[in-house]
């Protein structure tokens, strides 16, 4: 598996992954993707230093999309997400994609910490968190308005020292 850089050719792709039910349901927005506000966002946020999104390559295939996000220099740590395309889902390539994303993060950024949010319903990527070493920080109760109701959020943590 290979990293690189998310580019403007993969905007479609991105779009046809964000508005698939499987995923959408778990997003932290309530919104249906078009590419022309895809290709808005992305000229927004390709020159910003605090994120760095990314797409996961299979045999040249493009498999899943992640990314770095709040990254805070001061503070050294950054927020993760990692979506894998449906039908390659299960297969362990969200684990492969996740370890090349997470080193990339540690050693290129010299992060201490990584984080992310799950809804506290979501089982698999809690436990999917909780396989890669991630350890429940925080659970938030009621914290976000999403699909019509407020529903529990966990925040999940790697520290650069434990994590391989």
């Not at 950054?78 to 979506?83: A, N, T």
């Not at 290129?108 to 909780?130: D, I, P, S, W």
């Not at 976000?144 to 994590?163: A, M, N, P, V």
Request: charged share 30%; net charge neutral; aromatic share 14%.
């Amino acid at each position: 598996m290979k990293i690189r850089k998310l580019t403007k050719k993969d905007l479609t792709l991105r779009v046809d992954l964000l508005n698939n039910p499987e995923i959408a349901r778990w997003l932290n927005v309530d919104e249906t993707f078009t590419l022309e506000n895809t290709e808005k966002w992305f000229s927004k946020i390709e020159p910003d230093k605090s994120r760095y999104d990314v797409v996961f390559l299979e045999d040249s295939k493009v498999v899943g999309m992640g990314g770095l996000v709040n990254i805070s220099e001061k503070d050294q740590h950054g927020e993760l997400y990692i979506y894998m395309s449906v039908g390659q889902q299960g297969k362990g390539l969200g684990k492969m994609a996740l370890s090349l994303l997470i080193d990339y993060s540690f050693k290129t950024y010299g992060l201490r910490k990584l984080f992310v949010y799950t809804f506290a319903e979501n089982e698999r990527a809690n436990m999917f968190y909780e396989s890669m070493n991630f350890q429940k920080e925080a659970h938030l109760k009621l914290h976000t308005y999403h699909q019509g109701e407020l529903k529990d959020r966990y925040i999940y943590s790697l520290f650069c020292e434990d994590w391989q």
